[in-house]
Every structure is written in structure tokens, then in C-alpha cells.
């Protein structure tokens, strides 16, 4: 099973970028996106790219703001957060996708992104 390892989370102003990434240990042939999860919160979709990297889909709360891509290359999906929100705040993590939005596998450790207002 493919593992996966999230990383360029930190402390960031409102209005500040950050670019996340997500290391796989193989090349995955599959839908991936990330999702993520603030505290007493449920895990909730973000944003997905298939696996040709043509088509990307976002959640209505980051779009215009948030953008993914992938580089099959290197096994790395990454997601490029522009003007950011206190409400951004929470752990990215990222997984394989189906149905649209749906993870499928196993997670990650997370990466934590926290938005100071």
C-alpha cells in the first residue's frame, strides 16, 4: 500500500501562502487530493487532481484561492494556498480520491496550517 508523507504546513498571517506537499512512496495511477481537519471538526474535502494532472476539482470554500497540481515525476502532489483565512486553519492531509471527493487508503500524518488574523 502506497504510504504517504504531507509536509510545508506552519504559522502563516491571514492573507499569506503556503504550498503544501504530499510525498508518495510509489507512483499512484490514481486520482489524488487533499482534505483536511480542524479541531471538533469533520475531515472535509479541499481539492483533487487526476492522475494526468488535466483535471482538478475544489471545494466551494477554496476556490479562486487554492490550487493543485502534481508532479507524477517525483510521486508529489502539491497544493498552492493563496489568501488565507483564520477558517483554513487545520491538518492537510492527502489521499487517493474516488467518486469526486471521497478519500480511499490509508492517511498520512497530516500537516498542521495555522492562520493568525
Known amino acids: 500500500q502506497v504510504q504517504l508523507v504531507e509536509s510545508g504546513g506552519g504559522l502563516v498571517q491571514a492573507g499569506g501562502s503556503l504550498r503544501l506537499s504530499c510525498t508518495a512512496s510509489r507512483r499512484t495511477f490514481s486520482t489524488m487530493g487533499w482534505f483536511r481537519q480542524a479541531p471538533g471538526k469533520e475531515r472535509e474535502f479541499v481539492a483533487a487532481?487526476?492522475?494526468?494532472?488535466?483535471?482538478?476539482s475544489y471545494a466551494d470554500s477554496v476556490k479562486g484561492r487554492f490550487a493543485i497540481s502534481r508532479d507524477n515525476a517525483k510521486n508529489t502532489v502539491y497544493l498552492q494556498m493563496n489568501s488565507l483565512k483564520p477558517e483554513d486553519a487545520a491538518v492537510y492531509y492527502c489521499?487517493?480520491?474516488?467518486?469526486?471527493?471521497?478519500?480511499?487508503?490509508?492517511w498520512g500524518q497530516g500537516t498542521q496550517v495555522t492562520v493568525s488574523s
Open positions: 487532481i487526476s492522475s494526468d494532472g488535466r483535471s482538478t
Open positions: 489521499n487517493t480520491v474516488i467518486n469526486g471527493d471521497r478519500p480511499f487508503g490509508s
